[in-house]
Nanobody, 127 residues
Framework: EVQLVESGGGLVQAGGSLRLSCVAS????????IGWFRQAPGKERVGVSC????????YYEDSVKGRFIISRDKAKNTVYLQMSSLKPEDTGTYYC????????????????????WGQGTQVTVSS
């Protein structure tokens, strides 16, 4: 059974930094992608970044490019989202999600392909 557990959220002032962690377990193989999504109050959940576990290939949405860095520690089965230069509009619940079966040599999955979800962690950026 795939399980994803997020941590690291909190309250930070604009311009500050936070690091989110996602511990992943239960995958059948190395061929999965971990994505970070956020849901602002009253808005839909949107994907912001992802990383493929097998080859470390990454993707960032324009809204976070240059400010967020996604990385993985394979030995710890953990994916991190280092968030810097935070803005009030980054406020929301951040979810870790996984798409299984997306190995090397194929494009990264679309955001709708993610089928396993964590419980979320709250990030609040004050102005």
């Amino acid at each position: 059974e795939v399980q994803l557990v997020e941590s690291g959220g909190g309250l930070v002032q604009a311009g500050g930094s936070l690091r989110l962690s996602c511990v992943a377990s239960g995958f059948r193989s190395d061929d999965y992608v971990i994505g970070w999504f956020r849901q602002a109050p009253g808005k839909e959940r949107v994907g912001v970044s992802c990383i493929r576990n097998s080859d470390g290939n990454t993707y960032y949405e324009d809204s976070v490019k240059g400010r967020f860095i996604i990385s993985r520690d394979k030995a710890k089965n953990t994916v991190y989202l280092q968030m810097s230069s935070l803005k009030p509009e980054d406020t929301g619940t951040y979810y870790c999600a996984a798409a299984q079966g997306w190995g090397t040599m194929i494009p990264l999955p679309r955001w709708k392909e993610y089928t396993f979800w964590g419980q979320g962690t709250q990030v609040t950026v004050s102005s």
